[in-house]
């Protein structure tokens, strides 16, 4: 990822029957969204291990975002279940390492919902614009350096 | 094979509660096996030696340096960079020297905090004055004294030095001791080779492998409510995650003997994660989390109440990471805006 402090480096995990589907039909609606994202693709949402999002953080993401099916929805019946207890769990433990909640989010996007993904792609970029890059990637570089 | 029929062996402790030195003498009576092929020419602990001794040894002239504790001062990292030079082999003894261990919880905070806390704030201290330790003071006979420079951050010992070999835990069991007295043995008679430069001397799996209360394959573990070990009497025979309580056997490397489990208590972690997984607090909250149960009305739970209901875990971060903060894959606590 980029070390330049201009460019943020946001990421988005979208699970491969709804939230990356939903993603799609923003793109072909060319809906309107900032190009500040990056985004991986998972079979579930529930693919996203914990150990993910901490090694994005340690290698400079400024923000991290994680989108699967709604409850009840899941192409694996109860993945998405699993992924809302590890990633609150997860969001209680990044607060403890001192990042402010805001550059983790979880949200449920539907393979219909391409408008909701473009809007709350714009809102999470926009939060992390305001917040500035991650006090990780400065902690980062000293420690490599030394 | 060394060169020699009776090797040299080097104990050096950094930031550390001594318990490692302690763990040596833990071999018991199979000390003397020990002895036979190797002499103890250095540790403060057990023989009545100064620095300068171990510093006019001559480079890499002991064949097994043990290097116990973390890395928190100048003084700690100078003499891991001196027992590197003066050994042959390092190997880093326990969990601090190998991921940090419980002085390593220190990098939830800060020097700044830190001395604040110990020099200014705690009941006992009297400081109106906000003295804290300097690293070189003069008296006004021109007697110059110093103190080792405290650092802002806990290290393991290969974030200051290369490191040949890793004993986990805290402090390294008795099982474990015989494991690298059955290496060191083989190895000097010429019977055993050395393991992989970089190796964990201990076991690849995790310890529910080896507990005798995993439940089996295939049975699922569900639980509703987390329980402190310090409010309930856990049965002795069931899985501790059955029973509500944390244990972070499914994170953690087995090879220890699980003398903990056998004595009622969960595991806590002191073995660090296993090789295959980047970061021992993420494996465990992925553990925990699953675990979790999932009901029949899940679909009526808001995300308010699966918040509720994790935050039942207190403190995941110095449950989780209680050895291994400063090799986690975020090193330490930092502040955002």
């Not at chain 1, 999470?124 to 490599?144: A, C, T, W």
Request: some cysteine; charged content about 25%.
């Amino acid at each position: 990822m980029s070390n330049n402090d201009d460019k943020l480096n946001i990421l988005v995990f979208t699970c491969n029957w709804c939230a990356y589907a939903g993603a799609d039909l923003a793109g072909v609606s060319r809906l309107q969204m900032p190009t500040e994202f990056r985004q991986i693709r998972t079979m579930c949402s529930a693919r996203v291990d914990p150990e993910f999002i901490l090694y994005a953080f340690k290698n400079g993401a400024d923000g991290v975002m994680v989108a699967g099916c709604h409850p009840g929805d899941c192409h694996y019946i109860g993945g998405n279940y699993r992924t809302r207890r590890r990633m609150a769990l997860l969001k209680l433990l990044l607060q403890q390492f001192g990042l402010n909640p805001k550059r983790f989010r979880l949200e449920w996007v539907s393979a219909g919902e391409g408008q909701k993904f473009a809007q709350v792609i714009n809102e999470f970029v926009n939060e992390i614009k305001e917040l500035g890059p991650s006090p990780y990637r400065k902690k980062q570089e000293v420690r490599d350096a030394g | 094979m060394p060169d020699k029929k009776k090797i040299t062996l080097a104990l050096k402790r950094g930031a550390s509660c001594v318990g490692c030195d302690i763990a040596v003498v833990n071999f018991s009576e199979k000390l003397f096996e020990l002895i036979e092929v190797a002499d103890i020419v250095f540790s403060p602990t057990l023989l009545d030696v100064k620095y300068d001794d171990l510093i006019k040894m001559p480079d890499k002239s002991i064949t097994i340096g043990l290097y116990h504790g973390a890395v928190r001062n100048s003084d700690n990292e100078e003499f891991a960079k001196i027992m590197r030079e003066k050994c042959q082999i390092l190997i880093a003894y326990g969990a601090c020297a190998h991921l940090g261990g419980i002085p390593g919880l220190a990098n939830v905070s800060n020097r700044a905090k830190i001395f604040e806390t110990v020099y200014k704030k705690t009941f006992s201290t009297d400081n109106p004055e906000g003295i804290y330790p300097q690293t070189e003071w003069t008296d006004e006979k021109g007697h110059k004294l110093t103190l080792p420079e405290f650092y802002d951050e806990v290290y393991a010992l290969d974030d200051v030095v290369d490191v040949d070999y890793y004993v986990p835990a805290c402090p390294p069991t008795h099982v474990m001791n015989m494991q690298i007295l059955n290496l060191i043995k083989g190895w000097v008679e010429g019977k055993l080779e050395l393991p992989p430069k970089g190796s964990v001397i201990a076991e690849e799996k995790t310890l529910c492998d080896e507990c005798p209360r995993n439940p089996g394959k295939g049975k699922k573990i569900k639980i509703d409510k987390l329980r402190l070990i310090t409010e309930v009497e856990p049965d002795p025979e069931k899985c501790f995650l059955e029973q509500g309580i944390l244990c972070l056997g499914p994170a953690t490397r087995a090879g220890c003997g699980a003398p903990c489990i056998e004595a009622n208590m969960p595991c806590r972690g002191c073995m660090g994660p296993t090789s295959r997984v980047m970061d021992q607090g993420g494996s465990m909250l992925s553990a925990l989390a699953s675990i979790f149960g999932v009901s029949e009305n899940e679909l009526e739970l808001s995300e308010e109440d699966i918040e509720k209901f994790v935050s039942q875990m207190k403190d995941p971060l110095g449950c989780f990471y209680r050895f291994s903060l400063p090799k986690s894959l975020l090193h330490r606590v930092v502040q955002d805006k």
